[in-house]
């Protein structure tokens, strides 16, 4: 029964997981829309209008494809971004155009509503129910633009808890009171929106460090520390180096330790073998009478005297070598 919980939990986990992360229809955000258009981007055509520039939040690629977009909470589906065309695959962090024209026969994105007295624009999911997200537009001048300050990040429209995206940004948790909305610098379709300056690192580092101390230590630090790794490493193979020396040295001596070992037991006593043996080797060099045997050398011949005495050959001539006076 255990074993069945256990599997059950898990599978629900599993579950709630994937649909948490997973990509989904409330990562897309309305990011930026502009109204008049009169010396700004153009359409594939040539001409300038309106437009909204939709932003993919997840990490992921979204379809949008069967989106609806309006300006009347009333008629959700006033306009449907088209079906069977790849260009509606949003990547991840990337933007989508819609151009607000009211002209749909001019291309596959252009809108059948304009932007012109538009207070509010709102986005739903491919229910047509799910309210995805929403916007309010101020008045805007000709070639303003107005939307998200940091792309995609700011007021959200919360939708049911199951379908919330778990990649909501930390400025979604912390809104400011104009919602992370405002009218921008210069309108920036199919780009970020953030088009201020960015501080370089080596300006942030300047103005930490105008003097050039805390850079002047970091990099004499690198230089010791890089000395003392090598410094170690070094020791390391010197002494690796000695200890090899030493067990070959060890290696080549081993086998005459081992043979006087052998001949010398630890106690300093020598067994009766080693005895027997001496004393052979003393009766052979002295040239024992009743041993024939001895060391055979090369190129040496050698003559028992005691042995040809007692030859048949051995009395004569013994008697022409010695004066017979003796």
Not at 227 to 255: H, M, T, V
């Amino acid at each position: 029964m255990k074993k069945i919980l256990s599997v059950f939990t898990l599978a629900c986990l599993l579950l709630l997981s994937s649909g948490a992360f997973a990509q989904s229809p409330v990562d897309i955000r309305i990011n930026e829309v502009q109204v008049s258009n009169v010396t700004g981007a153009q359409d594939e055509n040539g001409d300038r209008c309106g437009w909204v520039e939709l932003f993919n939040t997840a990490f992921g690629m979204v379809d949008v494809a069967g989106f609806y977009l309006t300006d009347d909470k009333a008629n959700p589906t006033k306009y449907m971004i088209p079906k069977g065309n790849t260009a509606t695959q949003v990547p991840l962090r990337k933007y989508f155009i819609l151009y607000a024209d009211g002209q749909p026969r001019k291309g596959v994105f252009h809108m059948n509503f304009t932007l012109d007295g538009v207070k509010n624009l709102y986005l739903y999911s491919t229910d047509g129910e799910t309210l995805l997200d929403e916007i309010e537009i101020p008045e805007l001048g000709p070639d303003q633009s107005f939307g998200r300050y940091f792309d995609g990040e700011g007021k959200h429209e919360p939708v049911n808890w199951s379908k919330k995206s778990a990649r909501k940004s930390a400025v979604d948790a912390k809104v400011a009171e104009d919602g992370g909305f405002s009218i921008l610098d210069h309108p920036t379709p199919g780009s970020t929106n953030v088009t201020s300056k960015v501080e370089t690192k080596s300006e942030k580092m300047k103005a930490m460090d105008p003097w050039g101390g805390i850079l002047a230590v970091t990099a004499m630090g690198v230089v010791f520390l890089c000395l003392i790794i090598l410094y170690l490493i070094f020791r390391s193979i010197g002494k690796r180096a000695i200890r090899k020396q030493e067990e070959e040295k060890a290696a080549k001596s081993a086998p005459a330790t081992a043979a006087k070992a052998a001949a010398i037991p630890s106690d300093g006593t020598i067994n009766e073998e080693i005895i027997a043996a001496i004393a052979i080797a003393c009766h052979l060099y002295q040239g024992g009478v009743d041993s024939g045997i001895h060391d055979v050398e090369s190129n040496v011949l050698t003559f028992n005297q005691d042995l040809l005495r007692n030859s048949p050959w051995g009395a004569r001539t013994l008697t022409i070598k010695q004066d017979p006076r003796i």
